[in-house]
Protein backbone atom coordinates (compact mmCIF):
# COMPACT_ATOMS: atom_id res chain seq x y z
CA UNK A 1 0.00 0.00 0.00
CA UNK A 2 1.56 3.18 -0.95
CA UNK A 3 2.29 5.76 1.97
CA UNK A 4 0.63 9.20 1.71
CA UNK A 5 3.03 12.01 1.13
CA UNK A 6 4.32 14.09 3.75
CA UNK A 7 5.15 17.64 3.85
CA UNK A 8 6.60 19.86 6.67
CA UNK A 9 4.58 23.10 5.79
CA UNK A 10 7.24 26.04 7.01
CA UNK A 11 5.94 29.61 8.13
CA UNK A 12 6.83 32.41 9.61
CA UNK A 13 4.86 35.34 10.91
CA UNK A 14 1.50 34.11 9.33
CA UNK A 15 -0.63 31.17 9.42
CA UNK A 16 -2.54 29.86 11.19
CA UNK A 17 -2.04 33.07 13.92
CA UNK A 18 -2.60 36.02 11.32
CA UNK A 19 -5.37 36.19 8.62
CA UNK A 20 -4.68 37.92 5.01
CA UNK A 21 -3.75 36.64 1.60
CA UNK A 22 -0.62 34.50 2.68
CA UNK A 23 -2.50 32.92 5.73
CA UNK A 24 -5.90 32.17 3.32
CA UNK A 25 -3.23 30.65 0.47
CA UNK A 26 -1.96 28.33 3.22
CA UNK A 27 -5.55 27.56 4.36
CA UNK A 28 -6.67 26.42 0.94
CA UNK A 29 -3.53 24.33 0.02
CA UNK A 30 -4.46 22.78 2.88
CA UNK A 31 -7.72 21.99 2.77
CA UNK A 32 -7.72 21.44 -1.28
CA UNK A 33 -4.87 18.81 -1.04
CA UNK A 34 -6.67 16.39 1.04
CA UNK A 35 -4.63 13.35 0.52
CA UNK A 36 -1.33 14.54 1.13
CA UNK A 37 -0.48 14.96 5.22
CA UNK A 38 0.64 17.81 6.40
CA UNK A 39 2.58 19.10 9.62
CA UNK A 40 2.72 22.75 9.98
CA UNK A 41 6.40 24.50 11.93
CA UNK A 42 5.45 28.23 12.21
CA UNK A 43 8.00 30.70 13.33
CA UNK A 44 6.23 33.24 15.92
CA UNK A 45 6.94 36.52 17.98
CA UNK A 46 5.26 35.60 20.77
CA UNK A 47 4.02 32.39 22.56
CA UNK A 48 0.22 31.22 22.68
CA UNK A 49 -1.27 33.44 20.34
CA UNK A 50 -4.95 32.30 19.16
CA UNK A 51 -5.28 30.50 16.06
CA UNK A 52 -7.20 31.93 13.19
CA UNK A 53 -7.86 28.99 11.48
CA UNK A 54 -9.07 25.92 11.71
CA UNK A 55 -6.86 23.00 10.63
CA UNK A 56 -7.82 20.91 8.54
CA UNK A 57 -7.75 16.90 9.36
CA UNK A 58 -4.68 16.16 7.04
CA UNK A 59 -2.79 18.49 9.80
CA UNK A 60 -1.42 15.67 11.67
CA UNK A 61 0.66 18.16 13.52
CA UNK A 62 1.67 21.66 14.71
CA UNK A 63 4.81 22.85 16.51
CA UNK A 64 5.28 26.59 17.12
CA UNK A 65 8.68 27.83 17.57
CA UNK A 66 9.01 31.29 19.55
CA UNK A 67 11.81 33.18 17.70
CA UNK A 68 12.31 35.86 20.90
CA UNK A 69 12.36 33.24 23.49
CA UNK A 70 15.09 31.41 24.77
CA UNK A 71 14.72 27.56 23.84
CA UNK A 72 15.32 24.73 26.61
CA UNK A 73 17.87 22.46 24.93
CA UNK A 74 20.99 20.92 26.22
CA UNK A 75 23.78 22.54 24.75
CA UNK A 76 25.68 20.13 21.99
CA UNK A 77 28.35 17.74 23.44
CA UNK A 78 29.54 16.52 20.13
CA UNK A 79 29.97 19.96 18.71
CA UNK A 80 33.44 20.60 17.21
CA UNK A 81 33.31 24.00 18.19
CA UNK A 82 36.53 24.69 16.38
CA UNK A 83 35.72 23.36 13.26
CA UNK A 84 32.34 24.67 13.28
CA UNK A 85 34.00 27.97 13.81
CA UNK A 86 35.99 27.96 11.11
CA UNK A 87 32.96 27.05 8.68
CA UNK A 88 31.49 29.91 9.32
CA UNK A 89 34.31 32.20 9.08
CA UNK A 90 35.37 30.65 5.95
CA UNK A 91 31.75 30.97 5.00
CA UNK A 92 31.05 34.65 5.72
CA UNK A 93 34.69 35.81 4.42
CA UNK A 94 34.22 33.87 0.92
CA UNK A 95 33.78 35.98 -2.23
CA UNK A 96 32.17 32.86 -3.60
CA UNK A 97 28.20 33.74 -4.53
CA UNK A 98 27.74 30.12 -4.07
CA UNK A 99 26.03 28.96 -0.69
CA UNK A 100 28.04 26.10 -0.66
CA UNK A 101 30.42 27.27 2.19
CA UNK A 102 27.09 28.36 4.66
CA UNK A 103 25.58 24.36 3.59
CA UNK A 104 28.79 23.07 4.54
CA UNK A 105 28.41 25.09 8.12
CA UNK A 106 24.81 23.92 8.46
CA UNK A 107 25.78 20.51 7.67
CA UNK A 108 27.75 20.69 11.04
CA UNK A 109 24.96 21.65 13.45
CA UNK A 110 23.17 19.06 15.48
CA UNK A 111 18.79 19.53 15.62
CA UNK A 112 17.49 20.39 18.71
CA UNK A 113 20.69 21.26 20.10
CA UNK A 114 21.78 24.59 21.25
CA UNK A 115 25.47 25.36 19.86
CA UNK A 116 25.76 28.70 20.46
CA UNK A 117 27.71 28.90 23.21
CA UNK A 118 30.24 26.78 22.22
CA UNK A 119 30.46 29.28 19.14
CA UNK A 120 30.71 32.69 20.98
CA UNK A 121 32.53 31.39 23.70
CA UNK A 122 35.54 30.95 21.66
CA UNK A 123 38.68 33.22 21.73
CA UNK A 124 39.11 33.20 17.97
CA UNK A 125 35.21 34.48 18.09
CA UNK A 126 36.19 37.17 19.96
CA UNK A 127 38.99 38.13 17.74
CA UNK A 128 36.53 38.11 14.56
CA UNK A 129 34.10 40.32 15.97
CA UNK A 130 37.07 42.45 17.67
CA UNK A 131 38.23 42.54 14.02
CA UNK A 132 35.23 43.26 12.53
CA UNK A 133 34.80 46.27 14.71
CA UNK A 134 37.86 47.54 14.01
CA UNK A 135 37.03 47.23 10.00
CA UNK A 136 33.62 48.42 10.02
CA UNK A 137 33.06 50.48 13.08
CA UNK A 138 35.64 51.71 14.54
CA UNK A 139 34.29 54.36 15.99
CA UNK A 140 31.75 52.84 18.48
CA UNK A 141 32.59 50.70 21.43
CA UNK A 142 33.09 46.70 21.08
CA UNK A 143 29.95 46.53 23.60
CA UNK A 144 27.77 48.31 20.88
CA UNK A 145 29.23 46.19 18.22
CA UNK A 146 28.91 42.80 19.93
CA UNK A 147 25.20 42.75 20.97
CA UNK A 148 24.28 44.03 17.66
CA UNK A 149 26.01 41.27 16.48
CA UNK A 150 24.79 39.24 19.28
CA UNK A 151 20.56 40.42 18.04
CA UNK A 152 20.98 39.57 14.61
CA UNK A 153 22.54 36.24 14.76
CA UNK A 154 21.12 35.13 17.91
CA UNK A 155 18.05 34.26 15.96
CA UNK A 156 19.76 32.66 13.16
CA UNK A 157 21.18 30.32 16.33
CA UNK A 158 17.95 30.05 17.84
CA UNK A 159 15.97 28.57 14.50
CA UNK A 160 19.14 26.49 13.42
CA UNK A 161 18.63 24.43 16.80
CA UNK A 162 15.44 23.94 16.26
CA UNK A 163 13.88 20.10 15.96
CA UNK A 164 11.75 19.85 12.60
CA UNK A 165 8.66 17.44 12.05
CA UNK A 166 10.31 14.18 10.29
CA UNK A 167 8.66 14.91 6.40
CA UNK A 168 9.50 13.96 2.65
CA UNK A 169 8.84 17.63 1.70
CA UNK A 170 10.18 20.80 3.40
CA UNK A 171 8.12 23.48 2.06
CA UNK A 172 8.56 26.85 3.32
CA UNK A 173 6.25 30.07 2.43
CA UNK A 174 9.04 32.61 2.46
CA UNK A 175 12.64 33.29 2.74
CA UNK A 176 13.55 34.67 6.25
CA UNK A 177 13.87 32.58 9.36
CA UNK A 178 11.51 29.91 7.70
CA UNK A 179 13.56 29.19 4.65
CA UNK A 180 16.45 28.76 6.21
CA UNK A 181 15.57 26.20 8.69
CA UNK A 182 13.91 24.49 5.27
CA UNK A 183 17.39 24.85 3.87
CA UNK A 184 18.48 23.32 7.18
CA UNK A 185 16.72 20.20 6.58
CA UNK A 186 17.48 19.64 3.51
CA UNK A 187 21.20 19.88 4.41
CA UNK A 188 20.80 17.82 7.63
CA UNK A 189 18.13 14.84 6.63
CA UNK A 190 18.65 14.75 2.67
CA UNK A 191 15.10 15.99 1.51
CA UNK A 192 13.89 18.35 -0.90
CA UNK A 193 12.95 21.72 0.09
CA UNK A 194 10.00 23.68 -1.72
CA UNK A 195 10.10 27.69 -1.98
CA UNK A 196 7.11 29.59 -2.62
CA UNK A 197 7.19 33.08 -2.21
CA UNK A 198 4.37 35.41 -2.87
CA UNK A 199 5.83 39.01 -1.71
CA UNK A 200 9.60 39.48 -1.39
CA UNK A 201 10.70 38.54 2.55
CA UNK A 202 13.81 40.60 2.44
CA UNK A 203 12.70 43.97 1.09
CA UNK A 204 9.59 43.48 3.52
CA UNK A 205 12.16 43.28 6.15
CA UNK A 206 14.69 46.36 4.67
CA UNK A 207 11.37 48.58 4.49
CA UNK A 208 10.18 47.89 8.21
CA UNK A 209 13.84 48.10 9.46
CA UNK A 210 14.44 51.71 7.50
CA UNK A 211 11.52 52.97 9.11
CA UNK A 212 12.30 51.73 12.84
CA UNK A 213 13.34 54.16 15.15
CA UNK A 214 14.95 51.68 17.21
CA UNK A 215 17.70 50.39 14.55
CA UNK A 216 19.67 53.12 13.03
CA UNK A 217 23.48 52.92 11.43
CA UNK A 218 25.69 50.61 11.11
CA UNK A 219 22.96 48.29 13.06
CA UNK A 220 20.26 48.83 10.85
CA UNK A 221 22.45 47.95 7.94
CA UNK A 222 23.54 45.03 9.46
CA UNK A 223 20.21 43.75 9.92
CA UNK A 224 19.26 44.29 6.52
CA UNK A 225 22.51 42.88 4.98
CA UNK A 226 21.93 39.71 7.19
CA UNK A 227 18.11 39.46 5.88
CA UNK A 228 19.57 39.67 2.25
CA UNK A 229 22.10 37.03 3.09
CA UNK A 230 19.54 34.71 4.41
CA UNK A 231 17.39 35.25 1.25
CA UNK A 232 19.97 34.41 -1.51
CA UNK A 233 21.06 31.34 1.14
CA UNK A 234 17.51 30.33 0.46
CA UNK A 235 17.26 31.30 -3.52
CA UNK A 236 20.71 29.31 -3.70
CA UNK A 237 19.43 26.45 -1.87
CA UNK A 238 15.73 25.41 -3.12
CA UNK A 239 15.19 22.71 -4.76
CA UNK A 240 12.28 24.42 -6.46
CA UNK A 241 11.54 27.87 -6.12
CA UNK A 242 7.80 29.56 -7.22
CA UNK A 243 6.58 32.85 -7.69
CA UNK A 244 3.27 34.62 -8.01
CA UNK A 245 4.17 36.35 -11.53
CA UNK A 246 7.08 37.09 -13.55
CA UNK A 247 9.04 40.13 -12.27
CA UNK A 248 9.47 38.21 -9.04
CA UNK A 249 10.59 35.14 -10.59
CA UNK A 250 13.30 37.46 -12.69
CA UNK A 251 14.10 38.71 -9.07
CA UNK A 252 14.31 35.01 -8.00
CA UNK A 253 16.73 34.64 -10.76
CA UNK A 254 19.08 37.62 -9.84
CA UNK A 255 19.65 36.56 -6.44
CA UNK A 256 20.77 32.53 -7.80
CA UNK A 257 17.73 30.65 -8.37
CA UNK A 258 18.55 28.49 -11.88
CA UNK A 259 16.27 29.50 -14.61
CA UNK A 260 15.27 25.52 -14.63
CA UNK A 261 13.82 25.55 -11.10
CA UNK A 262 11.98 28.94 -10.86
CA UNK A 263 8.34 28.20 -11.70
CA UNK A 264 5.39 31.08 -11.89
CA UNK A 265 2.27 29.69 -10.42
CA UNK A 266 -0.15 32.49 -10.10
CA UNK A 267 -2.99 32.70 -7.05
CA UNK A 268 -6.35 31.78 -7.42
CA UNK A 269 -9.67 31.92 -5.98
CA UNK A 270 -12.68 30.27 -5.28
CA UNK A 271 -14.83 31.07 -8.04
CA UNK A 272 -17.92 29.70 -7.15
CA UNK A 273 -17.60 31.38 -3.87
CA UNK A 274 -17.17 34.81 -5.29
CA UNK A 275 -19.24 34.93 -8.28
CA UNK A 276 -22.10 33.42 -6.55
CA UNK A 277 -22.69 37.17 -4.66
CA UNK A 278 -26.00 38.66 -5.40
CA UNK A 279 -25.36 42.37 -6.04
CA UNK A 280 -27.80 44.62 -4.26
CA UNK A 281 -27.64 47.57 -5.15
CA UNK A 282 -27.77 50.46 -2.08
CA UNK A 283 -28.75 54.00 -2.22
CA UNK A 284 -25.23 56.16 -2.33
CA UNK A 285 -22.17 55.65 -3.24
CA UNK A 286 -20.14 52.77 -1.49
CA UNK A 287 -16.61 52.70 -1.46
CA UNK A 288 -14.48 49.69 0.28
CA UNK A 289 -11.59 48.92 1.77
CA UNK A 290 -10.71 45.13 2.07
CA UNK A 291 -7.69 44.00 4.42
CA UNK A 292 -5.85 44.30 7.98
CA UNK A 293 -6.27 47.38 9.71
CA UNK A 294 -1.91 47.54 9.77
CA UNK A 295 0.38 50.24 8.08
CA UNK A 296 1.62 48.02 5.04
CA UNK A 297 -2.00 48.37 3.79
CA UNK A 298 -1.79 52.42 4.32
CA UNK A 299 -5.11 52.29 5.47
CA UNK A 300 -4.40 56.07 6.84
CA UNK A 301 -4.15 57.05 3.15
CA UNK A 302 -7.72 55.29 2.28
CA UNK A 303 -9.18 57.83 4.76
CA UNK A 304 -7.23 60.77 2.74
CA UNK A 305 -9.12 59.75 0.08
CA UNK A 306 -12.51 59.41 1.50
CA UNK A 307 -12.34 62.54 2.99
CA UNK A 308 -11.05 63.97 -1.12
CA UNK A 309 -14.28 61.69 -2.37
CA UNK A 310 -16.67 63.20 0.15
CA UNK A 311 -16.44 66.48 -0.45
CA UNK A 312 -17.05 65.63 -3.89
CA UNK A 313 -20.20 62.91 -3.39
CA UNK A 314 -22.16 64.13 -0.14
CA UNK A 315 -23.80 60.30 -0.97
CA UNK A 316 -20.79 58.61 -0.74
CA UNK A 317 -20.33 56.11 2.40
CA UNK A 318 -16.99 54.62 2.99
CA UNK A 319 -16.07 50.98 4.41
CA UNK A 320 -12.72 49.94 6.02
CA UNK A 321 -13.60 45.56 6.04
CA UNK A 322 -11.24 43.90 8.04
CA UNK A 323 -9.74 42.89 11.32
CA UNK A 324 -8.24 45.81 13.78
CA UNK A 325 -7.21 43.68 16.28
CA UNK A 326 -3.66 43.03 14.99
CA UNK A 327 -2.12 46.63 15.25
CA UNK A 328 -4.58 48.36 17.93
CA UNK A 329 -2.26 51.02 18.06
CA UNK A 330 -2.13 51.55 14.43
CA UNK A 331 -6.20 51.04 14.51
CA UNK A 332 -6.38 53.81 17.33
CA UNK A 333 -4.25 56.21 14.80
CA UNK A 334 -6.53 55.91 11.86
CA UNK A 335 -9.87 56.13 13.81
CA UNK A 336 -8.50 59.28 14.79
CA UNK A 337 -7.29 60.29 11.62
CA UNK A 338 -10.79 59.70 10.45
CA UNK A 339 -12.13 62.24 13.16
CA UNK A 340 -10.20 64.49 12.62
CA UNK A 341 -11.28 64.43 8.57
CA UNK A 342 -14.75 64.65 9.32
CA UNK A 343 -15.57 61.55 8.47
CA UNK A 344 -17.69 60.49 11.34
CA UNK A 345 -21.05 58.59 10.16
CA UNK A 346 -19.46 58.35 6.88
CA UNK A 347 -16.94 55.66 7.52
CA UNK A 348 -17.08 52.41 9.14
CA UNK A 349 -14.81 50.29 10.74
CA UNK A 350 -16.33 46.69 10.46
CA UNK A 351 -13.76 44.88 12.31
CA UNK A 352 -13.32 41.01 11.04
CA UNK A 353 -16.47 40.41 8.81
CA UNK A 354 -17.71 37.73 5.77
CA UNK A 355 -16.40 40.13 2.73
CA UNK A 356 -19.22 38.13 0.71
CA UNK A 357 -21.84 40.57 2.46
CA UNK A 358 -20.07 44.00 1.54
CA UNK A 359 -19.16 42.65 -1.87
CA UNK A 360 -22.70 42.71 -2.74
CA UNK A 361 -23.19 46.52 -2.32
CA UNK A 362 -19.72 48.24 -3.24
CA UNK A 363 -19.79 50.37 -6.48
CA UNK A 364 -15.67 50.67 -6.33
CA UNK A 365 -13.22 48.54 -4.06
CA UNK A 366 -9.99 50.51 -3.03
CA UNK A 367 -6.03 48.75 -2.60
CA UNK A 368 -3.84 51.58 -0.72
CA UNK A 369 -1.25 49.00 -0.07
CA UNK A 370 2.28 50.31 0.16
CA UNK A 371 3.49 46.97 -0.76
CA UNK A 372 1.46 43.58 -1.77
CA UNK A 373 2.29 40.55 -4.14
CA UNK A 374 -0.70 39.45 -6.26
CA UNK A 375 -3.45 40.36 -4.57
CA UNK A 376 -6.35 37.97 -3.97
CA UNK A 377 -8.87 40.98 -2.72
CA UNK A 378 -8.83 42.32 -6.17
CA UNK A 379 -9.28 39.23 -8.05
CA UNK A 380 -12.47 38.44 -5.64
CA UNK A 381 -13.87 42.31 -6.12
CA UNK A 382 -14.00 41.41 -10.21
CA UNK A 383 -15.57 37.56 -9.66
CA UNK A 384 -18.45 39.25 -7.19
CA UNK A 385 -18.78 42.32 -9.90
CA UNK A 386 -16.72 45.01 -7.86
CA UNK A 387 -14.15 47.25 -9.91
CA UNK A 388 -11.07 48.45 -8.38
CA UNK A 389 -9.26 51.16 -8.08
CA UNK A 390 -5.70 50.31 -6.60
CA UNK A 391 -1.63 51.39 -5.85
CA UNK A 392 0.47 50.46 -8.21
CA UNK A 393 2.22 47.98 -6.25
CA UNK A 394 3.48 44.31 -6.90
CA UNK A 395 2.11 42.66 -9.61
CA UNK A 396 -1.11 44.98 -9.94
CA UNK A 397 -0.40 47.43 -12.56
CA UNK A 398 0.08 43.97 -15.03
CA UNK A 399 -3.24 42.70 -13.17
CA UNK A 400 -4.72 46.36 -13.88
CA UNK A 401 -3.71 46.04 -17.69
CA UNK A 402 -1.13 49.21 -16.98
CA UNK A 403 -4.21 51.28 -17.20
CA UNK A 404 -3.78 54.67 -15.45
CA UNK A 405 -7.44 55.14 -14.88
CA UNK A 406 -7.29 52.61 -12.20
CA UNK A 407 -3.47 52.91 -10.63
CA UNK A 408 -1.89 55.32 -8.49
CA UNK A 409 1.39 55.38 -7.14
CA UNK A 410 1.89 54.69 -3.23
CA UNK A 411 0.52 57.32 -0.99
CA UNK A 412 -1.23 59.38 -4.04
CA UNK A 413 -4.74 60.04 -2.62
CA UNK A 414 -5.72 62.33 -5.30
CA UNK A 415 -4.82 59.88 -7.81
CA UNK A 416 -6.86 57.35 -5.99
CA UNK A 417 -9.74 59.37 -6.02
CA UNK A 418 -9.75 60.65 -9.34
CA UNK A 419 -9.65 56.52 -10.65
CA UNK A 420 -13.20 56.03 -8.31
CA UNK A 421 -14.30 59.50 -9.70
CA UNK A 422 -13.87 58.06 -13.20
CA UNK A 423 -15.71 54.97 -12.30
CA UNK A 424 -18.76 56.61 -11.21
CA UNK A 425 -18.40 59.13 -13.81
CA UNK A 426 -18.28 56.48 -16.86
CA UNK A 427 -20.56 53.63 -15.57
CA UNK A 428 -21.04 51.79 -18.97
CA UNK A 429 -17.61 52.04 -20.18
CA UNK A 430 -16.54 50.80 -16.73
CA UNK A 431 -19.17 47.61 -16.60
CA UNK A 432 -17.03 46.25 -19.82
CA UNK A 433 -14.09 47.23 -18.67
CA UNK A 434 -15.36 45.07 -15.26
CA UNK A 435 -16.18 42.19 -17.65
CA UNK A 436 -13.02 41.94 -19.50
CA UNK A 437 -10.91 41.73 -15.68
CA UNK A 438 -13.91 38.80 -14.51
CA UNK A 439 -13.25 37.29 -17.73
CA UNK A 440 -9.74 36.82 -17.32
CA UNK A 441 -10.32 35.85 -13.51
CA UNK A 442 -12.09 33.09 -14.74
CA UNK A 443 -9.10 32.16 -17.17
CA UNK A 444 -6.26 32.37 -14.96
CA UNK A 445 -6.98 32.68 -11.43
CA UNK A 446 -8.80 29.51 -10.78
CA UNK A 447 -7.72 27.75 -7.56
CA UNK A 448 -8.31 24.41 -8.83
CA UNK A 449 -5.32 25.04 -11.11
CA UNK A 450 -3.13 26.16 -8.33
CA UNK A 451 -3.71 23.20 -6.11
CA UNK A 452 -3.53 20.90 -9.79
CA UNK A 453 -0.16 22.97 -10.00
CA UNK A 454 1.29 22.03 -6.42
CA UNK A 455 -0.18 18.17 -6.40
CA UNK A 456 2.41 18.28 -9.96
CA UNK A 457 5.46 20.08 -7.92
CA UNK A 458 5.37 17.92 -4.90
CA UNK A 459 5.24 14.91 -7.26
CA UNK A 460 8.41 16.79 -9.43
CA UNK A 461 10.97 17.75 -6.58
CA UNK A 462 10.44 14.00 -4.70
CA UNK A 463 11.42 12.81 -8.19
CA UNK A 464 14.11 14.98 -9.31
CA UNK A 465 17.82 14.63 -7.36
CA UNK A 466 18.63 17.49 -4.96
CA UNK A 467 20.09 20.14 -5.95
CA UNK A 468 23.43 20.88 -6.12
CA UNK A 469 25.24 24.23 -7.23
Avoid at 2 to 18: A, D, M, N, Q, W
Avoid at 127 to 140: G, M, Q, R, V
Avoid at 264 to 283: A, M, T, W, Y
Amino acid sequence: MKTSLRVCLISEGSYPFITGGVSAWIQDLLVGLPEIQFVLFTISPTANQPLRYTLPPNVLDHKDFVLTEPQVQEEAADVDSQKLLSKILAAHRSQESSARPWMEFLSLIPEGQSFESSLTHQSSSWAFLEDENKAKNPIYPFADYFWAWKGTHGMIFSVLSAQLPQADIYHSVSTGFAGLVALAAKVRRKKPFLLTEHGLYHKEREMEIRKANFVQGYQRDMWIKIYGKISELCYRGADLATSLFEENRRHQLSMGVAPERAVVVPNGIDLERFSGVVRQKREGFHVGLVGRIVPIKDVKTFLVTCKILSEQYPDAHFWAIGPTDEDEPYYQECVRLSDSLGLVGKLEFTGRQNVLDYYAFLDVMLLTSVREAQPLVILEAWCAGVPVVSTRVGNVAEMLDYDDRFLAASKDAAGLAQGVVWIREHPEESAQILEAFRHKTFNFYDKRLVLENFRKLYDRVQKEPLWQE
